[in-house]
């Protein structure tokens, strides 16, 4: 028991052994807060023949899973002659 009392005199141990806690912490908030992924709650599927391509609308910015009000989080499948593309979205309820 005299040798962790001589330890913790250290000022340096404590500063170690709270910073390997801080890490531990925020790895585990991490872990927690970015495992669950929100599935979509509806799928429309648009079928696409074959056709002139219009042009490219602009990018946007990688969002989250949640939509304002009056949307919903929800699946887009398109069938195209070249197999069937999907993307996650938010549609308009």
């Not at 910073?19 to 669950?36: N, R």
């Not at 079928?47 to 910015?61: E, F, I, K, L, Q």
């Not at 009056?70 to 993307?87: D, K, S, W």
């Amino acid at each position: 028991m005299s040798w962790i009392r001589a330890r913790l005199r250290n000022p340096l141990v404590l500063l170690g052994a709270g910073l390997t806690f801080a890490a531990l912490t925020g790895v585990l908030a991490a872990t927690a807060l970015g495992t669950s992924q929100q599935q979509p709650t509806t799928t429309v599927t648009i079928d696409v023949a074959t056709g002139a391509t219009g042009p490219p609308g602009p990018a946007g910015s990688p969002g989250a899973e949640s939509c304002p009000d009056g949307y919903t989080f929800g699946a887009v499948v398109f069938n195209t002659p070249g197999g069937h593309q999907q993307i996650a979205t938010c549609l308009k309820d």
